[in-house]
């Protein structure tokens, strides 16, 4: 309840609906006595041309109006802002249909005369759970992308973030898995002075030792077997802008030793070349590990973790800001509708209050599987609780036809292949255990050249066939 609370008022924009004047001024008094900034207007179709004009963050509706009623309004406002929600206002005479705009997505409804307390709570309910306004005071957002949030802790993290930003230190992003170290990293890169450069991801998890170290570094023609040509590594590519290195406590300590060495030294050696070229790369990098244990134990170099860790940045695990959620689940939602092409207006008030109240140890990755879980088996605009529930239940897949997921893994393995043999077709189908001619053909229904995997190109080249997969 206490955020609830921390949410009353703020400025946030009301629209009030009703034809009785005296109940329209004092509603009006009593909502501004509690923060809130109210446009009354006396029927639907004013309610109507008023949204056109600016979107608040809620509409309270009388059902009865003259001329058009209170569910026209409402099933206007479904059908062309699905996001904002409606609290409607009813008589004895107009429950059932109130009921009914319920379970069609209207957030509540009160039995007038109610009490204004109970009002004022529904209000910050609502507010909590909406999708985030997308009014004038976020204008000055675009550096942080698509970085949702509205729970306390993430935007004292963000300002602080968006403040560090401005400097050049490096910055250590810790949070679990998939609570949007990545994003965030992005998002200090776009508030810099380096956001026209390039921004760099490399997962050092993911990536075999002798293969990291040359994407990071580089090498020269002959430096090792299959490296049959020169090759730029990511540091050099990030030159003026971000290298963002995540799962950093997976890098090998060798490695470490050479990546300090390049914070020192600000010059960067490719593998089998003594010149030292100049560098200016800004490094981020994030860990879900713990360096302290790591340091203890002998596999995190001490002098290297200062270095990264000029200043240190924690999201919190999403079950920590629970206020995020539903609007968070309500953008995805509509995102995955459009790609999906279904015509899904929302979650049902129980099924949302369902997704806010889950456990969510995968955090926001998580809760994004589970939307597009429920989105790719809608069958109705409104997404029931039931469907919510059989989503819950299989948090962790991603919804891909067998077809798909087969391409992806194929196509994906084509690509690690030619990049561990520097584009040489006859090592990459050797390694597969498949004869030339074979591979050849696998490679054009993949669509893959193996001559973008050799010499300088390759690294842009690489980025690109990995963002078409
Ligand atoms: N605040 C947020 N708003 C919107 N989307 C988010 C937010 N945080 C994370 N996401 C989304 O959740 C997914 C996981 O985020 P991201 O990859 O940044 O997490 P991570 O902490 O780097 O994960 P890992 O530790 O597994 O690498 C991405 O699809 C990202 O777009």
Redesign the pocket.
């Known amino acids: 309840m206490s955020d609830i609370k921390a949410l009353q008022g703020q400025g946030a924009h009301l629209l009030l609906v009703d034809d009785d004047d005296d109940l329209l001024r004092l509603l009006s008094m009593r909502l501004s006595a509690n923060g809130y900034r109210v446009t009354a207007v006396g029927s639907a179709e004013a309610a109507l041309a008023r949204l056109s004009i600016e979107l608040p963050r809620l509409v309270i509706s009388d059902i009865r109006l003259p001329e058009r009623d209170g569910m026209w309004l409402f099933q206007e406002i479904r059908r062309t802002y699905p996001a904002l929600p409606v609290i409607l206002l009813t008589a004895h005479g107009t429950i059932p249909d109130a009921v009914e705009a319920t379970t069609l997505g209207a957030y509540a409804y009160l039995t007038k005369p109610f009490d204004a307390k109970l009002l004022l709570e529904r209000i910050a309910q609502a507010l909590a759970l909406a999708a985030p306004a997308a009014g004038p005071d976020q204008r000055d957002e675009a550096w942080r992308g698509?970085?949702?949030?509205r729970s306390q802790c993430?935007d004292e993290l963000l300002a602080e973030a968006r403040l560090v930003a401005a400097s050049d230190a490096s910055i250590l992003i810790r949070?679990e898995?998939?609570?949007?170290?990545?994003?965030?990293a992005e998002a200090i890169h776009k508030a810099s002075r380096r956001a026209a450069a390039p921004f760099i991801a490399v997962?050092c998890g993911a990536i075999p030792e002798a293969l990291l170290e040359s994407e990071l570094f580089g090498h020269v023609k002959g430096a090792y077997t299959g490296a049959v040509a020169n090759r730029e590594g990511l540091l050099q590519a990030a030159d003026g802008g971000t290298l963002f290195l995540?799962?950093i406590g997976d890098m090998p300590l060798l490695l470490q030793v050479k990546l300090l060495r390049v914070l020192q030294e600000r010059v960067v050696r490719q593998l089998g070349s003594d010149v030292a070229r100049p560098v200016d790369v800004r490094i981020l990098s994030?860990t879900?590990r713990d360096l302290d244990t790591a340091m203890r134990e002998g596999q995190f170099r001490e002098d290297l973790y200062y270095r990264l860790n000029v200043i240190t940045l924690t999201?919190p695990p999403l079950d920590q800001r629970r206020e995020?959620v539903a609007p968070?689940a309500n953008?995805f939602l509509q995102a995955l509708a459009t790609k999906y092409g279904k015509t899904v207006r929302g979650f049902a008030p129980d099924a949302l209050e369902a997704l806010t109240t889950s456990a969510w140890p995968g955090?926001?990755?998580q809760l994004?599987n589970v939307v597009e879980h429920v989105c790719a088996l809608a069958t109705a605009p409104l997404i029931p609780l039931s469907l919510v529930q059989r989503a819950l239940r299989v948090p962790s897949l991603e919804v891909l036809s067998y077809t798909e997921a087969r391409r992806r893994f194929e196509r994906n393995y084509l690509v690690q292949l030619l990049k561990l043999t520097d584009g040489n077709v006859a090592d990459a189908a050797r390694l597969a255990e498949r004869n030339r001619t074979e591979f050849y053909r696998l490679l054009q229904k993949h669509d893959l050249d193996a001559s973008q995997f050799r010499g300088d190109v390759a690294i842009e080249r690489q980025d690109e066939t990995l963002k078409n997969q």
Do not use: C, P
């Open positions: 698509a970085i949702i949030s993430m949070g898995s998939g609570t949007g170290k990545e994003l965030l997962n995540d799962e994030a879900h999201l995020d968070m953008q955090n926001v990755r994004y």
